[in-house]
């Protein structure tokens, strides 16, 4: 687990000072990791590696459920409870495996940290974005069905003057 200590001991971490980025606050020192409460303080980012596992293990024991219960019917009615026990165990089991895994816990960390320093667009932004994008999308509509009436008109022409 030498991944959390690289995560809240990294020198090369950008602060909230960089400029010309929107990186959010440094994690040590930082007063509004410390108005959090003690638990998320000393959770910091390790929480959402932890939430990412959780839900790994959720979409594995699903995905399991579903397949075997797909392969059961094949043979005989198939024991719901017997199948999901099952599935859970090794869900949880693969789980537990793949957190224990320095490379697989390394990467998920890595995405985390990167994902922490990425500016997320207002509520404003998305906003102005999307109506941009509908705009352009229906300028770009019209422009192409006009090219599309245009050419047909001609190709019509064509065909029934047979030139």
Do not use: C
Request: glycine share 4%; net charge negative.
């Amino acid at each position: 687990m030498n991944a959390i200590k690289h995560m809240t001991a990294d020198p090369e971490a950008p602060s909230s000072t960089d400029e010309g980025h929107d990186y959010p606050a440094n994690q040590q020192g930082s007063t509004e990791i410390e108005s959090l409460g003690p638990t998320r303080a000393t959770l910091g980012l390790q929480r959402w590696v932890q939430y990412v596992f959780v839900v790994g293990a959720a979409f594995v024991l699903w995905f399991l459920d579903k397949v075997a219960t797909l392969v059961w019917q094949n043979f005989a009615e198939p024991p719901a409870v017997t199948i999901t026990a099952l599935a859970a165990v090794i869900s949880i089991g693969s789980t537990i495996a793949v957190y224990r895994n320095d490379r697989s816990h390394t990467l998920v960390t890595d995405v985390v940290t990167e994902l922490a320093k990425v500016s997320w667009p207002s509520r404003r932004e998305t906003y102005t974005s999307t109506i941009v994008v509908i705009v352009t999308s229906l300028i770009a509509a019209a422009v192409v069905g006009a090219f599309d009436f245009v050419w047909s008109f001609f190709t019509d022409l064509l065909y029934k003057h047979k030139v």
